[in-house]
């Protein structure tokens, strides 16, 4: 693993680590961009996605509530990733 990769991603951001950037060499980024997520416990969303509520459920105050949760949790994923690759 190079050192300047590793100094680069462990840097805080505004109190939180930064994500680790794309630099071209895929295997190593994705090991580094699992870890990233899992430690941030999106990786599950990455593997599964979240569930979609069937178009004509009705849908208690509740459940909209979680459901715009799962979404959020499915979007700062993809946030990092997009970020990533900039």
Not at 2 to 7: F, G, K, S, Y
Not at 35 to 55: C, H
Not at 66 to 84: H, T
Request: with cysteine.
């Amino acid at each position: 693993m190079q050192i300047r990769t590793l100094c680069v991603m462990l840097q805080l951001k505004d109190g939180e680590p930064s994500y680790p950037r794309f630099d071209g060499h895929y295997d190593h980024w994705s090991m580094l961009m699992e870890n990233f997520l899992r430690s941030k416990e999106y990786w599950t969303v990455v593997v599964s996605g979240i569930a979609e509520p069937a178009a004509d459920a009705a849908l208690s105050d509740g459940q909209k509530t979680e459901q715009e949760g799962l979404k959020l949790k499915d979007l700062k994923p993809k946030n990092y990733l997009f970020q990533a690759i900039d």
